[in-house]
């Protein structure tokens, strides 16, 4: 059998719609996954197999940012392509601050007009700050506090911070010098426990610690610059795939390891070698092997997630920071929205709708803000020729004045 490879790349300027289907399912998952009490993260990827969410969304922005950043350095040059990441960086560098000030606000506001005993300030785990505001401000500023379910950017940005040296070694030396470089500093952090200092008050590190979890990012962001070749469309591989998901549906799912002999001494094996924080080996597989089985199956069947009712769920996914931020409050005013009305049906079915069609209308909203309306031309009507004044006329028309 011949194989032939995964298609995984588009021709240029053209969104690839998977990128965007995936990221807006991510969002949603992170949504539900970030609210407490929620039964729908009983049912997130992470509760039927070793990695999650957080892998999917790592590797797409990768894959996203070769498309949005290589092409600016391979026309405007190393200096303007390091400086269009900079000011990226800047971009997100203010949304991480704007949204641990939100979500103290809320924390705040929910202790002042909720009735109750509740510490939300606890609850979303923003002791320090309000502890130690001094110290935890100036934390929060140099990014060496980094509250938890509040992580996400700040790796991003830790990531995006090491894209101009590896566009460095793909020219200077050689493109799969990247991976190699990749490979080789996920393994040092592993090995010696590199991290970034995530809480003053506790010795912590970051939660995803960025040395580990950049190898899925610059995986993605290798493949969509083509230094690396996407692997092929072979039906023994896939089979293998899906063998390794179900393997880890079967240590995942207590109902499945509990009973089968055998699988309980080796799920407890794999928990104690099991670590997010520095992504572990067969968290990397696992995504790579859901990744591929994910790939496989769109092969010529595109049309599936290009139909009108699966729209809704691209468009999430072309607006992921805006949906991101917004999801971080979403999850919290569910949580505190489920702590009053309680978790059952009714409340769940109420509060995951609301926070659901919230996150599709600011998809929409952004999108159409983004699309600036305000600069489109009016169609103005045709005018009876009747009306119009001669051609001898001595009427001046004025140039048209249009203020942006």
Known sequence: MTATAIPMTKPAKMRDPRLDFFRGIAMFVILVSHTRTDWLSDWIPARFGLSDAAAM???????????????VYKRAGWL??????????????????????????????????????????????????????SAALLGIATLTYVPHY????????????????????????????????????????????W?????????RGWFFDPFCWQILFFTGFSLSMKWLR???????VFWAAVASILFGVAVTVPAIYQTVPGLDGM???????????????????????????????????????????VRP???????????????????????????????GLGAQILINGICFAALFAIAYGVAWIKAAPWNKPKLVPATDKAAEPPANSRTTILPSISVR
């Not at 992580?151 to 090491?162: A, C, Q, R």
């Not at 805006?322 to 999850?331: D, E, N, P, T």
Request: net charge negative; charged share 15%; with cysteine.
């Open 230 to 236: 996407p692997p092929p469309a072979d039906r023994r």
């Open 313 to 343: 769920m691209v468009k999430c996914g072309q607006q992921a920071l805006s949906l991101f931020l917004a999801g971080i409050i979403l999850a919290d005013l569910g949580g505190m929205a489920f702590d009053r009305m309680g978790s």
């Open 267 to 309: 799920q407890a094996w794999i928990v104690d070698h099991a670590d997010k924080t520095f992504l572990d080996p067969l968290q990397i597989l696992h995504f790579f092997a859901t990744a591929y089985v994910a790939v496989y199956v769109l092969i010529d069947r595109l049309h599936l997630i290009q139909h009108p009712y």
């Open 150 to 193: 509040l992580d996400i950017l700040p790796v991003y940005m830790v990531v995006l911070s090491l894209v101009p040296i590896a566009i460095l070694l793909a020219r200077f030396v050689h493109p799969l010098a990247v991976l190699g470089a990749s490979v080789a500093l996920w393994a040092l952090a592993n090995a010696f426990e």
């Open 195 to 203: 991290n970034l200092p995530g809480d003053a008050s506790e010795p």
């Open 57 to 71: 969304f790592v590797f797409i922005s990768g894959y996203a940012g070769g498309m949005a950043f290589g092409g």
């Open 80 to 133: 303007l392509g390091t400086a269009r990441i900079g000011l990226r960086i800047w971009q997100l560098y203010i949304a991480q601050m704007a949204i641990v000030l939100v979500v103290a606000a809320v924390a705040v506001a929910a202790n002042r007009f909720i009735p109750g005993e509740d510490d939300y300030r606890s609850i979303l785990q923003l002791d320090l700050l309000f502890q130690d505001p």
